[in-house]
């Protein structure tokens, strides 16, 4: 599974243009979404990690994986706002 390798690897760019890929030839696939957040999130890119996030749980309202990364980007992506208005 080539997204879980990259990932393995700390290669986050790599992991979201995989994960990416394999959405375009899935879209339902949940564990493709997660990864793209995961790696997003590494990024500290947070609002994409909250669009893969949501977009995966339109599919899986339910799992818990993606629910929890999907609070974590915006608790980070709201301490990311919070810290820039204090500098």
Partial sequence: NIPSLTKNLENYGKTVEDSKKAIELNPKNVKAHYRAAKAYSALGKHSEAIEMCESGLKNEPHNKA????????????EAQRVSSMCT
């Fill in 66 to 77: 993606v629910q929890d990364e999907l609070k974590t980007a915006k608790d980070r992506l």
